[in-house]
């Protein structure tokens, strides 16, 4: 840390002793463009950790200065288009965050919580849950939920077990303090962000509700073409600027809780398929499974593997790897 009254020089100083402290590679020469304090006690202390003398200078002419002045320069470049680079970033992040905080006058914003339903071909339903604090994912905080209670398609009715069980596990939580540990659920969000409009935005508001828990829930408002073209809040449609960084801020963390649910989705499906071949196979338990999928990536993979190389894969035998072998050429005739 360095003070805030503290001079040019003992700023230089306390970086040379930081920088230093923090890498291998000492110079035999250190070109400064001041003096400091302690060069003398500076140049023992790095020629003890090269082993070797090291020099210190501070030149006040000819090349070497002229190498300080260019060091200094691209120095102060750099600082300037990092500083430029934190303040688009905050503007996307914090800035957006506070943007949606007004639009929605709200007191304060941190964290928002989004949910989305995904369910494809007949597939078992899932739900996730993505987090963003400050503007940024929280991905430690993110939830998947295989959907329990509900027959076939139907969005509303997952959804209302998704948040039923979130918030549910988060008043458990709560209650419990002494537990060591927790699944992330006792922290409520600032905001829920449902990605449909009013129905999805009732459907959080009746299970709040019912649990006894007043946090406010944002919907989005959807063109004829599905874009998001304003925010359903208080039983009330909002317009929203879409050319501004709250507008972009939601539609990320829209994309996000999709992307998410799909992930987990595409997944499961993955594994249902693996185990619908796989574990057919005489021989073939979960520990043999995996290491094929491992090795091989793919069913069809496996099954254009000879003998030999279905042999060589970790925890397999030549017995195993011929039943694998005949299993899928006799599917195949």
């Not at 003992?10 to 060069?39: C, H, S, W």
């Not at 709200?106 to 987090?131: K, W």
């Not at 999805?200 to 408002?221: T, W």
């Not at 925010?231 to 996000?256: A, C, K, M």
Request: with cysteine; aromatic share 8%.
């Amino acid at each position: 840390r360095i003070a805030a009254d503290a001079t040019p020089s003992q700023i230089l100083l306390n970086f040379v002793k930081q920088f230093y402290a923090g890498t291998p590679f000492i110079p035999k020469e250190l070109m400064l463009q001041r003096d400091i304090d302690e060069i003398e006690v500076l140049e023992e202390w790095l020629s003890k950790k090269r082993g070797q003398k090291v020099h210190i200078r501070v030149p006040k002419k000819g090349t070497k200065e002229k190498l300080v002045e260019l060091a200094a320069r691209n120095a102060r470049m750099v600082l300037t288009q990092d500083k430029e680079k934190l303040k688009r970033e905050e503007g996307r992040t914090i800035g957006a965050m506070k943007e949606i905080c007004d639009l929605l006058e709200l007191d304060s914003l941190q964290r928002v919580e989004s949910y989305d339903i995904s369910n494809i071909s007949g597939f078992e339903s899932v739900g996730s849950m993505v987090v963003y604090e400050k503007g940024k994912p929280k991905r430690n905080d993110y939830r998947k939920f295989k959907i329990k209670s509900v027959q076939g398609p139907d969005d509303y009715a997952s959804m209302e077990e998704v948040l039923t069980r979130r918030f549910r596990r988060g008043i458990e939580e709560q209650k419990d303090k002494e537990e060591e540990e927790f699944s992330g659920f006792s922290q409520f969000p600032d905001l829920i962000l449902m990605d449909g409009g009013r129905g999805q935005v009732n459907i959080a508001l009746k299970v709040l509700g019912e649990l006894g828990i007043d946090i406010p829930v944002c919907g989005m408002v959807k063109d004829d073409n599905h874009r998001t073209r304003g925010v359903y809040f208080n039983n009330v449609e909002i317009p929203i600027d879409t050319s501004s960084e709250g507008f972009h801020l939601v539609t990320r963390i829209q994309d996000e809780a999709h992307r998410f649910a799909i992930e987990y989705h595409r997944s499961l499906r993955s594994k249902e398929q693996v185990h619908s071949v796989l574990d057919d196979i005489p021989g073939i338990g979960e520990t043999r499974r995996k290491a094929l999928m491992r090795r091989f990536r793919s069913i069809e993979n496996i099954r254009d593997a000879s003998v030999e190389e279905l042999s060589q894969t970790e925890s397999m035998n030549m017995q195993s790897a011929e039943s694998v072998y005949t299993f899928f050429h006799k599917i195949q005739h």
